[in-house]
């Protein structure tokens, strides 16, 4: 199958909707159920993880762990990041992000109150 050939699209998912632009009725209901979710999370308070929000309560959490870890490599290994860098970006990162730095934070300070 060539590169530019349209793999067959199944029906009534978002991912038809998306990527193979399928606009039958079926493929159409699963995305405005998607989009009511998101919505309906919002309004709740909730953001998907891909969202993006400011990193400065991130970026003091990393700060404070330093002196327990040593560098900022230490931190990455320990978050399970493929490179041993830690490479969040300065002004905004994702909620997945923010939320794994908080788990590794909320984690470290307990055993170390402990």
Not at 38 to 56: C, N, S
């Amino acid at each position: 199958m060539s590169v530019f050939e349209r793999q067959p699209c199944s029906h009534g998912s978002r991912r038809a909707y998306q990527r193979f632009r399928c606009r039958c009725v079926r493929c159409r209901h699963a995305n405005t159920v998607y989009i009511q979710g998101l919505r309906r999370d919002r309004a709740r308070g909730r953001l998907p993880l891909g969202a993006r929000i400011p990193a400065a309560g991130t970026w003091k959490r990393i700060r404070q762990m330093l002196p327990e870890f040593g560098s900022r490599a230490a931190i990455a290994r320990r978050l399970g990041l493929r490179t041993p860098k830690l490479r969040l970006h300065t002004t905004s990162i994702t909620v997945r992000s923010a939320l794994r730095v908080a788990a590794l934070y909320q984690e470290t300070m307990t055993i170390e109150g402990a």
